[in-house]
């Protein structure tokens, strides 16, 4: 069964399109993690000797990674109907880019936001949230 969109399946070259997005944005995205990730168990063994001791905080370092190292740094959306952000009014049918770096800084959601916790145990909005959920979050 074919994707279709207004009952017609989707044309060859917008699946193709399609597939090279999902899979350049999967590498893309992988390769920047593991590269920010090495490079702060390279620049700092007091961290690596932890991991290597406990490896059961490895996910957390990832979490944390993923947190003050988003693989992408921005998004966009569309507002679906008319919003207020910070308290600018913005209406319906509007681009919003949504700096995911900056929102895994708020200090109204993360205690000491600058700081590096592999216990703190949240990956804040590397993977997006709700419908527009990253397929490759797993």
């Known amino acids: 069964m074919l994707a279709e969109l207004a009952g017609a399946p989707y044309p060859g070259e917008v699946r193709a399109a399609n597939l090279i997005m999902l899979l350049a944005a999967g590498t893309e995205t992988a390769r920047s993690m593991l590269a920010h990730a090495l490079h702060v168990l390279i620049h700092d063994p007091v961290m690596a000797e932890v991991l290597r001791v406990e490896p059961g905080l490895v996910p957390g370092f990832v979490a944390e990674m993923l947190r003050t190292q988003p693989p992408a740094h921005v998004t ?6 008319p919003v207020e952000l910070a308290g600018a009014g913005v209406p319906a049918g509007r681009l919003v880019l949504v700096l995911l770096a900056a929102a895994n800084r708020d200090p109204g959601r993360f205690p000491d936001p600058g700081g590096f916790s592999v216990r703190r145990g949240d990956d804040g909005l590397a993977f997006g949230m709700g419908r527009h959920y ?5």
Do not use: I, K, N, V
């Open 76 to 81: 966009s959306r569309w507002t679906s109907c």
């Open 134 to 138: 990253c397929l490759g979050a797993g």
